[in-house]
């Protein structure tokens, strides 16, 4: 089978892994491979854990983030992340995306597949085949997957653009010749949604995310990054370069709105909207769902986008449902304050943080660990405000209970 595979970035590259080592002909499309990415580019234990057979992370430039700080109405809670023993599932790496997508990349070379520098402009499917057409010809294959993003032209010819309702949007600034070993987390008064501030190995990647249907402007964001870089002196002696770019994902859709994939093709990663709607986390689902779509498409049994699609419906979309609904009541204030008075009062609430940032912790199961702390004032509150009438979240409303015990 001759597969494309538009986009190198992490599901590409992990979907064409995963395939040239099963046997498959893999052609790769990108015309801008490797490039810094604006995420922050955290390695969740559970990431690293699906590539340590594909890349020596060791080997790569990082940093190993030690603590959290996390700030709510002008209050601020410093939270270790590293005293949970700092296992490999609770463990968290940054990385240069720019350096982590060109060694998965290579790695993908490596096993077999190829590398075609050049953009994707349109893709048709006639019969039994699929052209590829870039900027400079056109290709034939029997399966194209799509990986190219958010943007996606894979998404955009066979299926549907996002909508803004399915959209975040992230702007800020990546300011180098600054780095730290902790991140930053500030929930915002502006909009609801949140800054961070990751460190890189050699530069800070800094910037705000809110809902698109909050009609919020990207310089708008980059704005409100801006005051927050200059009100910790990190505008001095470095050098910002902006970004934007937005961020989907189908916790915002109903289950029968969701497309992932047709006769022949199939999108991973942030081109399924494969996106935490709360932490706008992604790799970790991007490198999931990449193996994923190769272990579909090497099984005779059945229809590969069939069996793809029904694994991400089942396994994955419901806990991005649930952060979906969760995300109104994170970025509310009191909710936040509430937060801030946890980490600042329990070591245990403070393990359960941890273990989120870390990707440890489901949303599913929430409720009932949040109970187990034995902080029953701080429990009992958050739920109550997580149950009060008229409360709802960002987009799709109050997550139940039953979801988050």
């Known amino acids: ?174 300011i180098h010749g600054a780095t730290a070993s902790s991140i930053f987390i500030k929930t915002m008064t502006e909009q609801p949604g949140y800054l961070w501030s990751f460190p890189r190995p050699d530069h800070l990647a800094i910037g705000v995310c809110a809902a698109a249907t909050q009609h919020v402007t990207s310089g708008e964001l980059r704005a409100q990054s801006a005051r927050w870089i200059q009100r ?46 709360l932490t706008r986390e992604g790799i970790y689902f991007a490198l999931l769902s990449g193996q994923w779509a190769a272990a579909a498409l090497t099984d005779k049994s059945a229809s590969a986008s069939t069996r793809y699609g029904g694994r991400i419906l089942g396994e994955l979309q419901p806990e991005l449902a649930r952060a979906a609904r969760l995300s109104g009541l994170f970025f509310a204030p009191g909710f936040s304050a509430l937060l801030i008075d946890g980490l600042e009062e329990s070591q245990a609430i403070r393990h359960v943080f941890a273990d989120l940032v870390g990707g440890v912790q489901p949303y599913r199961g929430l409720r009932r660990r949040l109970l187990a702390t034995g902080r029953w004032r701080l429990a009992s509150r958050a739920i109550r405000m997580l149950l009060r009438p008229g409360f709802t979240g960002t987009m799709t409303g109050v997550a139940s209970p039953q979801e988050l015990s």
């Open 232 to 277: 910790h002196a990190l505008d001095r002696n470095t050098r910002p370069t902006p970004y934007a770019w937005p961020i989907p994902s189908i916790g915002y859709q109903h289950r029968r709105d969701i497309i992932l994939g047709g006769a022949r093709w199939m999108l991973v990663g942030d081109a399924a909207g494969l996106v935490d709607p």
């Open 1 to 174: 089978m001759r597969i494309a595979i538009i986009g190198a970035g992490p599901a590409g590259a992990m979907t064409a892994v995963r395939l040239a080592r099963a046997g498959a002909s893999v052609t790769m499309f990108d015309a801008s491979h490797p490039r810094e990415k604006p995420c922050g580019g955290g390695l969740t234990g559970r990431a690293l854990a699906l590539v340590s057979d594909v890349i020596d992370i060791g080997a790569l430039p990082s940093v190993v983030v030690k603590s959290a700080t996390v700030e709510a109405v002008d209050r601020a809670a410093d939270v270790s992340l590293s005293d949970r023993g700092a296992t490999p599932d609770s463990s968290l790496l940054v990385v240069s995306r720019a350096v982590f997508d060109r060694a998965l990349a290579n790695a993908a070379i490596r096993a077999g597949a190829q590398l075609v520098c050049e953009r994707a402009i349109d893709i048709t499917q006639h019969s039994a085949k699929m052209t590829v057409r870039t900027d400079r010809t056109h290709y034939e294959f029997d399966y194209v997957v799509g990986a190219d993003g958010p943007n996606s032209i894979v998404r955009k010819k066979l299926a549907r653009p996002f909508q803004r309702a399915q959209l975040s949007v992230a702007a800020g600034y990546f």
